[in-house]
């Protein structure tokens, strides 16, 4: 077989992606047709640019899916070394495809032998899962912990400020560096870590859900028994290794058994995820903090302290909701920059395992060879530049749209 050409190799790519392509017409189809009633997602549709972001955003999404746990779109194991196969070209045939084998590496071998293509749709997947809900994670802190400092102020805020300062005055890598490193690892630090900040959503849960039916007693007691029940299975799941909440080779904290651990995590990613709610946490703490210092001061706040409506239901209830708009925004830019931020650890082989997919790994293992055979590097560069680039216009769109709102 000869080697493909490049309009054969975009066109093959095009079919196998075929998946992601339908996925997103239909979810353009509904949302254009429905989106006088989906509130700002739908005003998003308006927004030139906010829709190439979330055009740009969702096809990596959707490619991270169905490549992921779905597995529809690889065309060879990412991790699988192919005789014959290293540094090839995109294009080349493979020379002893067996029946049934996808018979080409449509971009190319890395110098390992390995599919570049298949370990970029494979990268797209640990994208998906840790950028978006480690910053949303992080959410969680910033919101509970800014929205009493900014609101109550005084001595609360004072100490709160402080920590908040105190981590944001270390450098971002080096605080990486620190907490990923085996030594510290072995420690059980990051586990630790984990405890402490994966508790905050049942914390917020909790909160607003008391807070909003506290004068509804038999509603609010049978509600807050099965919402935080079923969160803090899924709370012991998330922070639970083989067993354990922490586990050091001197000691160990037993977890949830086996049989009711819903996530097998990896340690490397928990670790990774620790990491980057740890250093987003005390920027979203200062932006909480600064909305609700403004919005406390206006008349509708005023009205529902005259109602006697108690601290929580407001800061939850009425100060949240009025500042939705720049969160929202700063949660789309703060996926791109963590997506960044992993794909630096990556690069620098801290956290994840050597021959992980993710994109850093990746680019990394290409460097070395960029001169030569620029294609195992370039492509998942190419990649996290669209991606990066989807999520900053589509949080510009959604700037434009909510002050308009």
Request: glycine fraction near 10%; include cysteine; charge should be neutral.
């Amino acid at each position: 077989m000869e080697e493909l050409s490049w309009g054969n190799i975009l066109a093959r790519m095009f079919i196998q992606l075929g998946p992601v392509w339908i996925a997103l017409i239909v979810l353009f189809a509904l949302s254009i047709t429905y989106k006088r009633r989906l509130g700002l997602y739908g005003k998003l549709f308006d927004s030139t640019i906010g829709m190439i972001g979330f055009a740009l955003v969702m096809f990596w999404v959707f490619v991270g899916i169905f490549g992921g746990p779905l597995d529809m779109l690889v065309t060879h194991d990412p991790l699988s070394q192919v005789s014959g196969m290293k540094n090839k070209l995109p294009g080349t045939p493979m020379s002893r495809a067996e029946e049934g084998e996808y018979a080409y590496f449509l971009l190319g071998g890395d110098n390992l032998a390995r599919d570049v293509f298949s370990r970029l749709i494979k990268g797209a997947w640990i994208v998906v899962q840790i950028a978006p809900v480690a910053t949303l994670f992080a959410f969680m802190v910033g919101i509970t912990l800014g929205l009493p400092a900014g609101y109550y102020g005084g001595r609360l805020d004072t100490v709160l400020s402080f920590l908040a300062n105190l981590i944001l005055a270390f450098p971002v890598i080096l605080l990486f560096y620190l907490l990923v490193t085996p030594e510290i690892v072995l420690t059980g630090i990051p586990n630790y870590m984990a405890l402490f900040l994966f508790i905050f959503p049942l914390v917020f849960v909790g909160i607003l859900l008391n807070a909003r039916y506290y004068t509804q007693p038999s509603v609010r007691t049978p509600l807050l028994i099965g919402v935080l029940g079923l969160l803090g299975w899924l709370y012991l799941s998330l922070v639970s290794t083989n067993g354990a909440v922490v586990a050091t080779p001197t000691y160990s904290i037993p977890g949830l058994p086996g049989f009711l651990d819903l996530f097998d995590i990896d340690p490397g990613i928990l670790v990774v995820f620790v990491s980057v709610v740890f250093v987003n946490a005390p920027t979203v703490f200062r932006i909480v903090r600064g909305l609700a210092m403004d919005i406390k001061t206006r008349d509708y706040v005023a009205a529902a302290q005259t109602r006697g409506e108690g601290p929580w239901y407001i800061m939850l209830w009425e100060i949240l909701p009025n500042a939705r708009g720049p969160l929202i925004v700063d949660f789309c830019l703060r996926i791109g920059y963590t997506t960044i931020l992993l794909g630096t650890l990556g690069f620098f082989g801290l956290g994840l395992a050597s021959e992980s997919p993710d994109w850093g790994t990746t680019i990394n293992a290409g460097r070395r060879l960029l001169a030569l055979y620029p294609h195992a590097a370039i492509a998942p560069a190419v990649a996290l530049l669209t991606l990066v680039l989807g999520l900053n216009l589509l949080a510009d769109g959604l700037r434009e749209e909510s002050l308009r709102d």
